[in-house]
């Protein structure tokens, strides 16, 4: 089995990434920006709920019920998604997922496929393996587009070309669709994109999703989008895939009415998403004539398993903890080597792809806990980010000197006698202090300056 | 009262003037203070930074030097935060060690908390002559929900003025090893706190937590910024100098 998310496995270290996009100011200058005005727009509509905190309790009970009883719901969906007339497939890693997709594709003689935004297949690189099988995948939504054109990476789990501003987009639009002319304002470029895709969405015979949920108890799938390019795919094609984690279950189509009001409030600051797409199966004379679901674990399971960390499977990629993280906010996605980038992507890619290609995302905070305030589903991400510090130090992947260094502090912090000593040491030069605080310190800030007499001299001396 | 000072090890090293200001202000109401020389640290460097076993061996050392004081005043959130987040389940499965865990943690307060919960005091006094800005550390607010405890206290100081902080609530930046691990990432977000202060025209910043104050200072001196850092223990223990 072969789990890749993404790029993530030949990504550079994130203090690699982040030192050359904290040179970039534009990118830093968009990020800031566009991040400030989401979570503006996400603070109003989540202060006007009376009860935010129960929906977040709900949903973090629902999605504990889910994975506590996975195996259950999943063959619950696939039953009832089988009986609508849907056909449900299984994915162990990415290129198992690509491959069921490649031959669903040539199954009906096609080259071309309409995509609606799909985190889960750009984790399994579908795009990739398509072109590689000479299939053109057309991608919809208006940054996805962006991305595609450009052949750019997504920063951004919601917002992936949240890096780029209307005067790139407008260049890239101009260079790449043909145009000589086209207006700087945002319904110019809107209107561009349409031109662009209206005559892909009729033409074209295959429609690929992800999905933001599947109801177990009813076989359907939902996706929420604000565009309308989702509504096209989903309802214009003859054949519909869509691609999703196995931990996007839900128990019920009624849980559905606490995760619509929690997701488009947490991801774009709207009371409701514009456009909210559930089918079940297939209906003949209305939309697609044949549907496949291709339920990916892609290691996925390997997080379920760890007690510890299950809850990262929470996570419903609304981004909120990406646009409060302060940390994202200096260097934007493209520090994190993923699709899956801020603090979510901090613990979910090396929990994927495996810990030794991801080393440096838990380290990625400050553990400033804003994320955790904000998440719907209440992941609490600076204790995982710990927990996986903690395998990494297990592992015996930690740097030497700061293994060192902790074994050293632990011997010290022992016992107060100890705790003396090397107080007394640091006194005497100041130099195993700036030994300790290291270049990366001292290259911005200064150090304290060493005082004469510790507190606990001072007390033991009479407090003279 | 009888409080035990746990004065947290980077503060007793570092900046022993904290200390010196606590005992300062619950003397000056009245109470008794103790220092228990055995104590060190409360673990959360080994903690945060996944060093696991460690950090349960500090726990027992603090758990051990503190079992039996009345109340524990800590002039440090992020400490208090590493008690009360962490030293639960770290302790889960050994019931000697969550007996201590459950005996000792209701008794431990965040030096404001102490003041306006515990001891029922807002205006402790003091006298401060300054413009001082107020940066609340994450640990504080999110873990600790301290609140407006700090500003509370500082509004009732005579001759203070306070100028409130834009987005005093984001991280500075520090995040204790983090600082190091990632430094510039670090000082890019220091960056940040550094100018929403310079545009408050202080010329002091406060907190409770000088681990913050440490990275924030540390900036604001390299700057030659004409803004110091300094303890909100020590503003509430000035009567009029410095």
Known sequence: MSIHVGEAAEAPDFKKAAHVLLGNKQVRANVRRATETIRNKRANVVGEMPDWEDLRNSAAAIKQNVLRNLDTYLEQFEAACTKAGGKVHWARDADEANRISIGIIQGHQQTEIIKVKTMTSDETRLNVALEAAGITPWETDLADLIIQLGHDKPSHIVVPALHKNKTEIRELFMRTMGLTELGSKPEDLAAAARQYLRERFLRVKVGFSGANFAVAETGSVCVVESEGNGRMCVTLPDVMITMLGIEKIIPSFDDLEVFLQLLPRSATGERMNPYNSIWTGVTPGDGPKEFHVILLDNGRTKVLADGESRETLHCIRCAACLNTC??????????????????????????????????????????????????????????????????IVENGDAPQTERIGMNMAAFTFADSKRLGVAQKLVQLGNKPMEAIALPGWSAARDMPVVPKETFREWWAGGRK | MLISLFIACYNDSLFPETGKAVVTVLERLGHTIEFRQAQTCCGQMHYNT??????????????????????????????????????????????????????????????????????????????????????????????????????????????????PLANADQCCGFGGTFAIKNAEVSAAMLNEKMQAIAETGATICTAGDNSCLMHIGGGLSRNNAGVRCVHIAEILASQGTS
């Open chain 2, 50 to 163: 996944g060093y696991y076993p460690e950090a349960v061996g500090i726990m027992r050392h603090f758990l051990d030097t503190f079992k039996d004081a009345e109340v524990i005043c800590v002039p440090s959130a992020s400490c208090v935060a590493m008690m009360r987040d962490h030293y639960p389940k770290m302790a889960a499965g050994d019931p000697v060690l969550e007996a201590a865990v459950a005996e000792v943690l209701p008794r431990v307060y965040e030096f404001t908390e102490l003041l306006i919960d515990k001891l029922g005091v807002t205006d402790v006094g003091a006298t401060y002559p300054h413009t001082v800005t107020l940066h609340t550390p994450c640990h504080s607010i999110r873990a600790l929900h301290i609140g407006d405890r700090p500003q509370r206290l500082l509004e009732a100081v005579k001759g203070i003025k306070l100028i």
């Open chain 1, 326 to 391: 302060p940390v994202y906010r200096q260097t934007g996605g493209h520090a994190y080597g993923s699709i899956y980038s801020g603090p979510i992507g901090a613990i979910l890619t090396p929990q994927l792809q495996g810990m030794e290609h991801s080393q440096s995302l838990p380290y990625a905070s400050s553990l400033c806990g804003a994320c955790y305030e904000v998440c719907p589903v209440k992941i609490n991400i600076p204790e995982i980010l710990i927990h996986l510090r903690r395998r």
